[in-house]
Structure formats: C-alpha cells, structure tokens
C-alpha cells in the first residue's frame, strides 16, 4: 500500500507585500524543491473552516485530519493535555494552565512567575485534590505551563478563563457562560480549587526560595481554554491507517496524541525557527519504512513570523523547509500532501481566513495539472479547485484507493 | 479601518450570443474600467444560491448579504414592505399590494387600475380595519401599489395570492397552502379583508370620478407574495459595519430597510435604464468619506433587458455603467466588490442559476490573479474559483481582517 505524508507549514499563506515586489513570502521564496513537487502533482487551495473563515491552530488541524469541529471540538483544553500525555475519559474538563505571580490583592504580576522552567514540584502538591466529587489531576508542561483536568460527573466546558491574559489587573473569577446547572457547578468547583491552589502555593517552601532568589513566586494557577471531553474516534480506526505524528510545538503534539496518533520524538523538534526540519522528514521517512502509514509533519514558525509581520524571517524560514524538502522529492510509494492550517498575513499580524495553497504528490495516484510553482496564485489555477479543510482526508483515502462505496 | 463598496449589477450573467460573436452581452460590451478593475483585483465565480440554483430577486441579494434563506426568507412581502418604510413587528404577516379593477363578476380588467398614479386617498380608507383580533395595515407605495400588513396573534404566511397575475379571470380566493391552522386562519382573516375592501373602494367618491374620466376604477385590492416577519438581525450587528444603501428600485431599497441599513435617497437613482449611475457611485463614495463603512449599490437595468431579449440593450446598458465606473478605480482604503444578483439570459427571458462574475479589488487585501477582464469565461479561471452568495460577506469580512477567530 501508498504510505501518506502529511506536511503542514503552520500559517503559510499570506498576501502580496509591497516590499517582496507584490509577491507574498512563499512566492517570493526561493523553493526548487516545493516547485519540483507542485510540477508534478495536483495543486489547489483550501480553507480549513471554510471561505473566509478565521480558524484557530487546534480547528484548523483538527478539520484537515477529517474532524468535524461541531462533533469534536469544544476547546483547546483537552487537546493541549492530549500532548502532555494526559489521558482524558468522557466527561472530563480540560484547560491549559500556567503557573502565575499575584500581589497580596490577587492582582497579576507575571503570568508565567518569571519564566519558572520547571512546575513540577509546585503542582505535585496541587494534583488529587477533591471537591464536591470533583478531582483535580495537573501535570507540569513545559516551561510555567501545566495541564489541568477536572474529573467527576456534571461538568461542562462553557467557563470562562480566570487567566486575565494581562498583567496589572487581578485575576478574574470563573463564572458560566451559559445558564446550564452544570456550568454554574463547574465554575463553582474550579473557583474552590483555583483559591485552595493559591493557599498552597503562596506558602510553598520553593516559593520561599525563589524570594530569597529575587524570583517572582509560584503562587497562582492560570486557566484557559477549558475543553469537554467526549470520546473520539481514533485516526487509526477512522481511515485505517496506522498514523503517527511529528511536531515540535506542544499544541500539534497534542493534536496526534488528541487524535490517537503516536507521537514521535525528533531530537532538535522544537516548533520554532531553528528547528532541525531535516530530522523531521528524516523521522517521517524513517517512520513510514518501520510500520506507520500515515505521518502528519508539522513544522510551525513560518507562523510565528506572520505574526511578528517579519516577511523576510517567513521567506527565509520557508526557504529552509525548501532546502530540506530535497529528501521528499524521490520517496518511493508515498502520497505526499503539502499543504498550510491557515494564512498569517504579515500585514494583520494574526491568522486570517485567506486559503493556503494544497498539493499532492504521489506517481499514479494524481493527475498532475500544469502547476509549477508551489504558491498562492499559482495554486489558485490547479486542477484541485478550492477545498475545505474537511475535503482533504476524504480526497487522500480515495487516492490511496480505499474510500468506501457509497451505494452499490 | 478599510470602506467596502458592494456594487451588485441586477441580472448581470448570460449566454453566448450568435448576434454577438458568441459572446456574453458583458463580454461583448466595451467596459474598460471594469477590465481595469478586473486586472487588479482577484476574480471568480458565484452563484447566490447554489449550482444550478435559480435565484429570485429578494433570495439573491439576501444570499449575498449573508443572510441564510432558510432562517431569514419566507416572502418577498415583509422585504418589500420594509422599502415603503413600514415597521414589521414579530409574527406579522406581509404582502405586496396593488390597486386594480374588477368587474362585477369580479374578473380583473385591470391589474394596474389604468397604472394609477397614487393610491393614498383610497387605501387610508382600509388602513385600521381589524377582523377576529387582526389589524390590517396599509400604505400607498409608488404608482398603483400598496404595502400591506396583517398584524395579530396566530398569522401564517402559507397563504396564496387573490392576484390571478393575468386579466380576464376572476380573482381567486386565498387559500392555505399547508394544513396548519394559523394558514387557515390567515386565508380567512384576508379574505373577509379583500371583501371588505372591495366594498369601501367600488363606492369610493373617487372611483365615481374616475368614472366619469373614462378611467377604470381602483375597486379591488390584489395581493401577492405573502412573508411571515421574524426578526433579522440587522447588517450592522451582524458585521460591525455601519452600512448604507444606494438603489432605484424599491425591491432593493427594501432589501436594504430590511437588512437595518440607512436607505439613502439619490436624485436621479430610478432603477431604470435611464437612472444617473454616477449619481450613484458618488453618493457611495461620499457616504463612505461620511462615516458609512459599507455601501451597496444596486443596479438594475441589465436585468430588464435580459428579460426583453435585448441583448443589443443590455451590452449598452453594461457599457453605461462601465463609464461611471471611471469613478471607482482609485479609491483609497477601500475594498471593492463587483457581481451580479444572477444571470438574466437574453435568450431565456428570465432569471437563470447560471452563475455571475465576481471580483475583489483591494490593494494588499487581495491576491491579484492573472484575470484582466470582467466578463463570465475570463472571471471562471480567477483565483476566487466558485463561491456562493453565503461565501461573500464572510470573504469580506475576512478581507478586512475583522473575521472572528474559530477555535484557539
């Protein structure tokens, strides 16, 4: 069987800058590679969500996998514990966290306590705590991040953030977003922990350390995001294809892992610009000869640049995928689909609903059209039309020649 | 923030014409402005509707607007009513209205009443009428027609219309068209109306008159087109966008009074042939300069010659415009949009679900593709590909960069 590989250059489109002589940063890169590879296969474009839809890291990737988002997603929560190996069970409410500094007011002095490296030790002593039938399980992330579940039975996701994503003001409080008895519980229950939380942590002996240290204390938890957990469907058994995922940064792991993929470990993965991408394809390839079948690559600072508006640092970012796509040029048995989660127009500075161009690879299975240039108007005339998100997985598992017959 | 001018040309697609060369009466026409337009813009193709859908006025526009018909359209009577500047309220019940002549047997002689000029002094004598807790309301609109509303509990809009649409027949009953008993109600309520309608306006002092002058009698009123009113939230809600509305015809005033916008009024607008286009495109463009950020114009000739069969008219028509468009080429800080309602065949004589050319001009919003003339072959290989009426305002606002995000 055709082995797939599934490359996603997070926030890849873009719009024609003055500066690039009208071109955007993929059309103004210099990418014999990419080019080489739309030449011979199938291009168009594609809108995650759908036409001039905004979508999020977590949506986009989850519509691009097949996942409908109105059935699967109810917040990044559950997908960003997914990555830190959490293991959610249906009813579950999950949300990112950081571990924050507050004043004797509770007003926000830093939201990661001074870049703290390591939560551990801090959430260890946060982790089992019980309310109401409700347990608070918390695991450290990287960095001040932690993942956080609450478990038992009546929850809902429909919360607010008590994380006040500035610092100066005090921390919010978590109330309902909805005027469900289950929200107004949840809310409760995570107001009672966020408050005991705070009572532990302020006294903490590390905390005492990091004073004397000059370090701004450990000693509040921040949320976000909360996300409901209703099982899924795992990628495996919903096109069966043994899957694995390759990614740097903690959300895209947490998408394979969400997904029920495996997540790989690249050494020198590390979802920012200097990241081993080589290492990357090398894994993909290297996956696929040991038993996988289908490898989801993401690769993501081209993103990061968009949102910093620096479209050099996006063109020279794009231009390094290039120089390490040489290695998916000749790979033999392999539908290769290339493709962006969404635009970040260096003028916007922010993920936009403009479509990304879409190609796919692979001797035989394509029809290839007379694209020769991986890019957005040059994608925009190929044979692949204009796509949603949701379009992609069908469109791959056809070409693999294992769709279902609908009808007889 | 960046101005957007919507300009919708009414009944802008067609058919290749032999008499034309084979071509389309706007690929025919000589329209540099709107190629010009064209070049720098991105380009497509859309039907209001769907594939192969026939589009009516009122569902095209309100597709087009954003506005999903299955929510927002059950007639073209609240749409055509709010033109006249009547209020709607929740669970009215609206219809378009003439004035017209009966005989004795109550076989219509005259749809239009001899096309009388103002029917103010005889449908104030039926405004107020009330019937099993229903209040009728009515208003005189331009030349022999009226808005009409019924307003009270239990309404339906499943009603038919007592218009027979052609003379020499009897008017007809109103009869319900589903089994419900709110649509019974309705065709009873209206139809003990119409009766007594007929009684107050064929003894009407002014009918003796007209009489007199040899003029048919305004002694019936026809009804047609019946909507049911739920509240719409308005354009400006909707989008954050302070909009206007520049138009000749009272359907697309209408349109805009339903939709919430400020329905300006423009001396020479006439929703004819005739109608001053630069008058049009100037007071959008000074509307914008005045603090509106959206502007749609409608323009509606196009459509009248294509449902005479006049192609040699239409081309013309479209070249009329294309002058003023002169105006429209350089335009600071603005977004230009340019299609059609839906196509209007020469060769058919009506409405077609054949889809219309669309085009998006902004400098560093849009991708500019290789498409340099606005016509219905060249504008099928733009980069926009083909949308539907529902994709546009959401394009836009993604344009504009003021898209809400979906996920995290």
Redesign the interface.
Known sequence: MQKVILLIMDGLGD??I?ELG?K?PLEAAHTPNLDALAARGICG?QNA????????????HLAILGYE?DKY?T??GTIEVSGLGMDLEEGDVALRGNLGTVDDSLVTVDRRAGRIADTGPFVKDLDGLTYEGVTLHIKPGTGHRAGIILRGPGLSSRISDNDPHEVGVKVHEVHPLDGSAEAAFTAKVLNHFLNRAHEILKDHPLNEERRKEGKPPANYLLCR?AGYYKKIEKFSERYGLKACTIAGGGLYKGIGAFTGMTVLKVPGATGMANTDISAKFEAAIEALAGGFDFAFVHVKAADAFGEDGDFQGKKAFIEKIDRAAGTLLNLPHTLLVVTGDHSTPC??K?????PVPLMMVGEGLVRPDHVAEFG??AC??GGL??LTGLMIMPEIINLLGLAPLIGD
């Open positions: 719009r024609p003055k009208n955007t474009m969500i759908g036409v001039g839809q905004r979508p999020g890291s977590d949506t986009s988002l997603y917040g990044r995001g003028a916007l922010k993920h936009s609903g403009d957005e108007r925009a005339r039309g204009r």
